[in-house]
């Protein structure tokens, strides 16, 4: 596990094509409503809580931190064993402290297979005990207009007590706000210099921005507008960046398309998996956007670009609207060297089974690739387009089989003390013996804290009584129920990478 140090929170915060493959020595085949829950736990936030109180929302250039202790690892350490971590060191036209980029495209060697991009390297004096240090990004939900929506958090160090909330050091800039961010976002990814996107999101609620994407610069930390896409309110689902293509993608939750935008915030193509469809550049749909969510079935959320495929969820059916004839799936269809996809290539690469039995699941709403090749899809409980609720869903794992096809193991990470409490958010930390990291609802539920946050459980999976818990806005006497959104963890450039997938 890269682990976790006590100290401060701070207010002030994937992807080979064949050419990409062949570099490597590989060989390619040609609203806050919660319907359930358990009982006893209520719903709402008080946003960061008095542990950082004091940041002033009119300052626009430092942040503060929150926690018990102070970070003290110096630039470049890793505890343990596992692959070497030099960050801050490494060749290339390196722009965020980890190592030069030695891949096509932007790619360094552990972006090609699936981690996510480099290190924010905050110039903000309130950040400078990060620098150099495993960190995870996270978005959230805020119920107040000056409450904050995004975070970085320090997980590096020795693994703490497991099964307790561990005060980890936070940093969130205080122009970080709903205000910020027009109320709602979820899908987060970096890109391979370590700037942060973020996209406007429906599934808490509401937004007033549904058709924003939004940058985090790497060394301002300052929020920009990214890109805007013709949307008029359903939002977006998660946010993928290419290091192979250099580009972004983005899944549309009106059109039911996945937008391919450059570095510049242009489209470049779009693709509609119901439809079978790629358009290069903008799309020309009739009576779009029409400001309704496209149906169920052609609706697409979790996108990850991976070995020269994208993957992707779609969308069939949630606690409130089961369906007996179809179930939540992933897809793969496979890129070109522009990242454009071909949609005669697209393949289901796996169903999601109902839950502990059920006759119903979740969408998947993030998927990652691990250290060791596996995947990993976590689900978000919904009962409607803009409704989401909570304890009816968990983080899958999966292997891929010798044809291509990947097979659900299962419940191997259990979520929360109330368990299959995931909120949809996962990424892993590239290390060898290295850990997974969810974002959750009661992680720790009454004993005696109330964690809502994410959760750090080692490789091969667990539950609460062997994982670290963290808070996410460091307030443990009240819940934040359905508040969690997404995480992601830069990589070191230079993280060993995944096995290739067997032939198939």
Same mark, same amino acid.
């Given at each position: 596990?890269?682990?976790?140090?006590?100290?401060?929170?701070?207010?002030?915060?994937?992807?080979?094509?064949?050419?990409?493959?062949?570099?490597? #020595?590989?060989?390619?085949?040609?609203?806050?409503?919660?319907?359930?829950?358990?009982?006893?736990?209520?719903?709402?936030?008080?946003?960061?809580?008095?542990?950082?109180?004091?940041?002033?929302?009119?300052?626009?250039?430092?942040?503060?931190?929150? #926690?018990?202790?102070?970070?003290?690892?110096?630039?470049?350490?890793?505890?343990?064993?596992?692959?070497?971590?030099?960050?801050?060191?490494?060749?290339?036209?390196?722009?965020?402290?980890?190592?030069?980029?030695?891949?096509?495209?932007?790619?360094?060697?552990?972006?090609?297979?699936?981690?996510?991009?480099?290190?924010?390297?905050?110039?903000?004096?309130?950040?400078?005990?990060?620098?150099?240090?495993?960190?995870?990004?996270? @978005?959230?939900?805020?119920?107040?207009?000056?409450?904050?929506?995004?975070?970085?958090?320090?997980?590096?160090?020795?693994?703490?007590?497991?099964?307790?909330?561990?005060?980890?050091?936070?940093?969130?800039?205080?122009?970080?706000?709903?205000?910020?961010?027009?109320?709602?976002?979820?899908?987060?990814?970096?890109?391979?210099?370590?700037?942060?996107?973020?996209?406007?999101?429906?599934?808490?609620?509401?937004?007033?921005?549904?058709?924003?994407?939004?940058?985090?610069?790497?060394? @301002?930390?300052?929020?920009?507008?990214?890109?805007?896409?013709?949307?008029?309110?359903?939002?977006?689902?998660?946010?993928?960046?290419?290091?192979?293509?250099?580009?972004?993608?983005?899944?549309?939750?009106?059109?039911?398309?996945?937008?391919?935008?450059?570095?510049? #915030?242009?489209?470049?193509?779009?693709?509609?998996?119901?439809?079978?469809?790629?358009?290069?550049?903008?799309?020309?749909?009739?009576?779009?956007?029409?400001?309704?969510?496209?149906?169920?079935?052609?609706?697409?959320?979790?996108?990850?670009?991976?070995?020269?495929?994208?993957?992707?969820?779609?969308?069939?059916?949630?606690?409130?609207?089961?369906?007996?004839? &179809?179930?939540?799936?992933?897809?793969?269809?496979?890129?070109?060297?522009?990242?454009?996809?071909?949609?005669?290539?697209?393949?289901?690469?796996?169903?999601?089974?109902?839950?502990?039995?059920?006759?119903?699941?979740?969408?998947?709403?993030?998927?990652?690739?691990?250290?060791?090749?596996?995947?990993?899809?976590?689900?978000?409980?919904?009962?409607?387009?803009?409704?989401?609720?909570?304890? &009816?869903? @968990?983080?899958?794992?999966? &292997?891929?089989?010798?044809?291509?096809?990947?097979?659900?193991?299962? @419940?191997?990470?259990?979520?929360?003390?109330?368990?299959?409490?995931?909120?949809?958010?996962?990424?892993?930390?590239?290390?060898?013996?290295?850990?997974?990291?969810?974002?959750?609802?009661?992680?720790?539920?009454?004993?005696?804290?109330?964690?809502?946050?994410?959760?750090?459980?080692?490789?091969?999976?667990?539950?609460?009584?062997?994982?670290?818990?963290?808070?996410?806005?460091?307030?443990?006497?009240?819940?934040?129920?359905?508040?969690?959104?997404?995480?992601?963890?830069?990589?070191?450039?230079?993280?060993?990478?995944?096995?290739?997938?067997?032939?198939?």
């Amino acid at each position: 596990m890269v682990g976790l140090r006590s100290g401060p929170v701070t207010t002030a915060l994937r992807y080979a094509s064949a050419a990409s493959l062949a570099w490597l #020595g590989c060989t390619v085949e040609p609203n806050n409503s919660s319907a359930s829950g358990e009982e006893g736990e209520g719903s709402g936030s008080t946003g960061i809580g008095t542990a950082s109180a004091s940041a002033s929302a009119s300052d626009t250039t430092a942040g503060t931190t929150v #926690g018990t202790a102070s970070a003290s690892a110096g630039t470049g350490e890793s505890s343990g064993g596992g692959p070497k971590f030099d960050v801050g060191e490494g060749g290339g036209s390196d722009e965020s402290g980890t190592t030069g980029y030695d891949g096509p495209g932007s790619c360094r060697m552990s972006e090609v297979f699936g981690a996510a991009g480099g290190y924010p390297a905050f110039t903000d004096p309130m950040y400078s005990d990060f620098l150099g240090k495993q960190v995870l990004v996270m @978005t959230s939900y805020a119920y107040q207009a000056n409450d904050f929506e995004l975070r970085v958090i320090d997980i590096s160090g020795d693994p703490p007590p497991p099964n307790m909330n561990y005060p980890a050091p936070i940093y969130i800039h205080p122009t970080w706000t709903s205000a910020t961010f027009g109320g709602g976002i979820f899908g987060l990814t970096l890109d391979s210099y370590g700037n942060i996107y973020a996209a406007a999101s429906r599934v808490y609620g509401s937004t007033t921005t549904p058709s924003t994407i939004y940058k985090v610069d790497k060394d @301002t930390a300052m929020v920009s507008t990214f890109a805007t896409i013709p949307n008029s309110g359903p939002a977006f689902g998660n946010i993928n960046y290419d290091c192979n293509s250099e580009t972004i993608r983005v899944v549309s939750h009106e059109d039911c398309r996945i937008w391919q935008l450059d570095m510049s #915030g242009d489209v470049v193509s779009t693709y509609h998996h119901g439809q079978g469809d790629v358009s290069i550049g903008a799309p020309n749909d009739a009576n779009e956007p029409d400001g309704q969510f496209c149906p169920l079935g052609e609706r697409m959320w979790a996108v990850q670009a991976h070995y020269g495929k994208l993957y992707y969820s779609v969308w069939w059916e949630d606690g409130g609207r089961q369906n007996a004839v &179809q179930e939540n799936e992933i897809w793969s269809v496979d890129l070109d060297d522009a990242g454009i996809p071909d949609p005669d290539t697209a393949v289901l690469a796996a169903t999601i089974p109902g839950l502990n039995g059920a006759n119903y699941s979740n969408p998947v709403s993030d998927i990652s690739f691990a250290q060791t090749g596996w995947m990993l899809a976590a689900e978000r409980t919904m009962y409607a387009d803009n409704q989401t609720s909570a304890h &009816q869903s @968990t983080t899958y794992e999966l &292997q891929q089989q010798m044809d291509g096809s990947w097979f659900v193991v299962g @419940t191997t990470y259990v979520v929360g003390e109330l368990p299959n409490s995931s909120a949809g958010g996962v990424d892993h930390d590239f290390e060898a013996e290295g850990y997974v990291w969810m974002t959750g609802d009661a992680l720790d539920f009454y004993t005696p804290d109330v964690v809502y946050g994410v959760q750090g459980t080692p490789y091969g999976g667990g539950t609460i009584t062997t994982s670290t818990l963290i808070d996410h806005d460091a307030e443990v006497t009240q819940q934040d129920k359905t508040a969690l959104g997404d995480c992601e963890i830069p990589i070191p450039g230079d993280a060993t990478p995944p096995p290739p997938p067997p032939a198939g």
